[in-house]
């Protein structure tokens, strides 16, 4: 099983893709930034984000009406910053439903786009529940920087028993520089089509990827993982590092 990152697209064909933003949405000083949502958090009142409308990012296209919305956003200005939550079209919403990933959260919502309201959805993800599947006696770790650049004289690669060990190691010793040097993950992690790893970033498998590209959905882009995520029963433990 190949998995790979997930980001919003830039362009569709040759329009640009605006994100959402909620200063229209009724009621939204109540859960927008009090701590209603966090990262492994789900608002506990009842929400519909009624309305989202789509803007540009870029200064100099603010205040344009955006040509298209497509079927996976982000936010721009107002919206719930507090845990990993994006806009996602009815079509994608059917989609990811038919696969398995952990626990999430779907709220209602609307975005007006040319005079007319389109019924989309905002989709929270648990952020660490991939932590559950590292299998950490193979699992190894180094001090450079999002798998880019050293930031110290020398490279260190070290093993812990879990990821607070790990995190912690590299923010006292490294200043938070931390990659993967090797990813290994329990076998059950085959069953796992969706989740949001520190690091990586928002990961699909294989079979959901073929699913979002066969069904014509848009507004997300496919990139090849820096390193391979591995299965701990496909791996040869002589050749562990």
């Known amino acids: 099983m190949k998995y790979y990152r997930i980001k919003k697209s830039f ?4 329009e640009i893709v605006p994100q959402m ?5 009724k009621g939204k000083n109540v859960f927008f930034d009090n701590g209603s949502f966090g990262p492994n958090k789900f608002c506990d009142k009842p929400i519909a984000f009624d309305y989202l409308v789509p803007k540009y990012i870029s200064e100099e296209d603010e205040d344009k009406t955006p040509n298209i919305i497509s079927n996976y956003h982000g936010w721009w200005g ?30 209602p ?14 989709f929270q993800i648990y952020d660490d529940f991939y932590q559950g599947f590292i299998d950490f006696d193979k699992t190894s770790y180094n ?19 879990n990821y607070d060990e790990a995190e912690d190691f590299f923010f006292d010793n490294h200043d938070g520089n931390m990659s993967y040097e090797r990813a290994v993950v329990k076998p059950e992690f085959r069953e796992v089509d969706f989740v949001t790893w520190y690091k990586f970033g928002d990961l699909v498998s294989e079979r959901l990827k073929n699913a979002i590209e066969e069904a014509g959905i ?7 993982l820096p390193i391979p995520i591995e299965f701990s029963d496909e791996i040869n433990c002589d050749v562990l590092k």
């Open 21 to 25: 933003n909620g200063t229209n949405v």
């Open 78 to 107: 107002e919206g719930p910053w507090g845990g990993w939550l994006n806009v996602v079209s009815k079509e994608l919403k059917e989609i990811l439903e038919q696969f398995n990933f952990g626990p999430h959260k779907f709220y």
């Open 11 to 14: 362009k569709v064909g040759d």
């Open 143 to 161: 001090n450079i920087y999002d798998f880019k650049k050293l930031n110290c004289d020398e490279k260190i690669v070290k093993k812990f028993s």
């Open 218 to 224: 848009t507004g997300i882009d496919f990139i090849e």
């Open 109 to 122: 919502a609307k975005v007006l786009h040319e005079g007319n309201l389109h019924s989309y959805f905002v």
